[in-house]
Structures are given as structure tokens and as C-alpha cells.
């Protein structure tokens, strides 16, 4: 890890260095945007903190609020169309209806796919972003959004559980049911967004435990839908019309260019990640496997996130694209994806 930087002067990056930040920020940009404030006072320097604190980020910048992503544009803008392919001029679109979606369950039998699950991003409109959000803010959005979790009914009804002051018991329930969010890594740490741990942090679960919304954590909301098995459509349903009653009370900070916005840029747009974990033992070792991926805009890795190896041959398999395509279009790619996974293994199995 890197010194801590003076937010003052021109940052430097070690040879090497591959992050988005540091291919393009020019000395020409920093002379251009270091002195502009956000109007709720955000300036560069806390945009991109992170990845000159840590030039082996990937991206390497974090967006302070809605406004940063505008203002700070000229750098934005290049790194969100080198990771995404999505141009200043071009558009996106929403689609949380989950009758579009054509994606009958792929694996009945439970023989493949071990679990489901699809969580987006959803930021409230009038407060910064997480790496620039006052103690005030927070607690007032924490508060806004558990009383709108709370007026759930049916099979979206359950409890909230704040971090601050947890009873032992209950952490201990929720890290066995992969529930709890930790503080956050250096990247996050060096963005602001540890802040005030674990002060207005919360975690919402359904009785079942099929739905979750995470408060404060590297976004203002992360809302999840998840369960055993491969049924993708009925986990998007439930998924929809969560987002869909919360979105009814709870403005969240979208426009037609990039979308539902949120912290990293990698989650603009949808922010949607929609996966499987599932049982591919000889699929994944083909030789031509990763590629196969890629021209399916589908991502494999490890069951234990990024950076994580396989386990008996499960693999996480997600979308990859985010940005200038619908929820529905996200999901159907991976549904396309895992189907056509399923269909190589039983192939492999028969020789």
C-alpha cells in the first residue's frame, strides 16, 4: 500500500501501475478539475484517493456523489468507456419488468447449479455517496430506508438488524448464513467509505431469507434476492418487486446516460450482478473455457469471490456487462450462459 497521499499535488504511480486512474488522469486534468467542488463540497482529490493510495486497484476511482460523475466528466468519462464500451453519447435503459425475461428454470433436477442469486446497487437521491457522506446523511438515510424495508409484506416481510451494538448470537447466525458485511478492504478505506464504522449500518433479511438489503455498506443499498437452486426467473421476480416497492417511496439517483449510479463506476447503469454457483467440473477445464466466457459475456470465478479459486469444480458464473443494457437483458445473458454450460458438461459427461 501507498503512502498516504497530500491530495495536493499531482499524484505519481509506480511503474507498472495498470488502474484505469493512472492510464487516465493526465497532469493536463489535474490542472483542469483540482480546484472544482461539488455543490455538497466533493473535490477530485476524494474521487481518487483510493487508487493513488493503492495503484494496484483496478479502476481506482470511487465517485464522491451524483454530481462527481459530471463534473469530474473528463475523467469519468474515459474510464467508464474503457470498462464498459458505453461513449459520453450514448444511453441507457431500465427494464425491471421480470414477465420479459424468458428464462425457464435450466437445471430441474438440482444436478448443476447449486444456487442463485442477484443483488443491484441503488443509491438515494440528495446525499452523497458513500465515500463523501456526512455522519448526519448517513444516519438520516439509514433511518429512511428501515422504515421503508419495514412496510414490506408477504414474503418480503422480515426484521432489520443494525451492526452497531449486535448481540453476539445474531452475528454469529449471519456470518454462518454468508449474510454479514465486513468493514471494508484498504480500497475502501482509503475512499472514506469505512467512516464512522459500523455506525448506520444495517443489514434487512426476509423470514426466509431469500431477501436481503444491505444499508451503508460500499453503496447506500445493495438489495438482494438468493436461493437454492436454478430457478433464475423466480429469483428475479422477487428481486423486482422489492426494487420496485422501494423505488415507489425512495428516490434513487438514475439518468438516461448512466444509469442507476453508484460508488464505483464498475456498477453504473443497472448495477446489477446476477449469478449461479454451479457444478461444471469438465467444462472448466477446457482449455478454450475462459474465452467460451467471454464471447458470452458471461465472467467465471471462484464460489469465493474475485480472485478466488474453484472448489470441486463450482464456479460462480455472472453477467459482465452493466451499463447500456436492461436488468432483464443482464439476466438473460447469464441464464444464456449457464444454459449453454449445462448443455457442454452433459456433452463431456457422454465421451
Not at 500500500?1 to 497532469?27: I, N, V
Not at 431477501?211 to 445493495?222: A, K, P, Q, V, Y
Not at 467465471?300 to 464456479?315: C, D, F, K, L, N
Request: proline share 5%; with cysteine.
Amino acid at each position: 500500500m501507498a503512502a498516504k497521499w497530500d491530495g495536493k499535488s499531482f499524484p505519481s504511480f509506480p511503474a507498472g501501475c495498470k488502474s484505469l486512474l493512472c492510464k487516465h488522469l493526465s497532469k493536463e486534468m489535474w490542472e483542469q478539475l483540482k480546484d472544482k467542488k461539488t455543490k455538497l463540497g466533493v473535490g477530485l482529490a476524494e474521487c481518487i484517493r483510493s487508487g493513488v493510495e493503492n495503484p494496484d486497484s483496478s479502476c481506482g476511482v470511487y465517485a464522491g456523489d451524483e454530481e462527481a460523475y459530471t463534473l469530474f466528466g473528463p475523467l469519468f468519462d474515459k474510464v467508464i468507456e474503457e470498462y464498459h464500451g458505453h461513449k459520453p453519447s450514448d444511453t441507457h435503459k431500465s427494464d425491471l419488468n421480470p414477465a420479459n425475461l424468458k428464462a425457464p428454470n435450466p437445471d430441474p433436477e438440482g444436478k448443476y447449479i447449486v444456487s442463485t442469486r442477484v443483488r443491484v446497487a441503488r443509491s438515494l437521491r440528495g446525499y452523497g455517496l458513500p465515500g463523501s457522506c456526512t455522519k448526519q446523511h448517513r444516519l438520516d438515510l439509514e433511518a429512511r430506508v428501515r422504515e421503508q424495508l419495514s412496510s414490506l409484506t408477504g414474503d418480503l416481510k422480515g426484521t432489520y438488524h443494525p451492526l452497531q451494538g449486535m448481540p453476539e448470537d445474531v452475528a454469529k447466525k449471519l456470518i454462518e448464513d454468508h449474510f454479514l458485511f465486513k468493514k471494508g478492504d484498504r480500497f475502501l478505506e482509503s475512499a472514506g467509505i469505512n467512516r464512522d464504522w459500523p455506525e448506520a449500518r444495517g443489514i434487512y433479511h426476509n423470514d426466509s431469507k431469500t431477501f436481503l438489503t444491505w444499508i451503508n455498506e460500499e453503496d447506500h443499498t445493495r438489495i438482494i434476492s438468493m436461493q437454492m437452486g436454478g430457478d433464475i426467473a423466480q429469483v428475479f421476480d422477487r428481486l423486482c418487486r422489492a426494487v420496485n416497492a422501494l423505488s415507489s417511496k425512495l428516490e434513487f439517483q438514475y439518468n438516461g446516460h448512466l444509469g442507476f449510479l453508484s460508488s464505483c463506476p464498475t456498477n453504473l447503469g443497472t448495477g446489477i450482478r446476477a449469478s449461479v454457483h454451479i457444478r461444471i467440473p469438465l467444462a472448466s477445464q477446457q482449455p478454450n473455457f475462459k474465452e467460451w466466457c467471454d464471447q458470452r459475456n458471461v465472467q467465471p470465478r471462484g464460489i469465493h469471490g474475485e480472485h478466488s479459486e474453484s472448489a470441486g469444480g463450482v464456479y460462480d458464473i455472472s453477467n459482465k456487462q452493466r451499463l447500456g443494457i436492461s436488468e432483464v437483458a443482464c439476466i438473460q445473458q447469464m441464464y444464456d450462459g449457464v444454459k449453454g454450460l449445462i448443455e457442454w458438461e452433459k456433452s463431456l459427461e457422454g465421451k
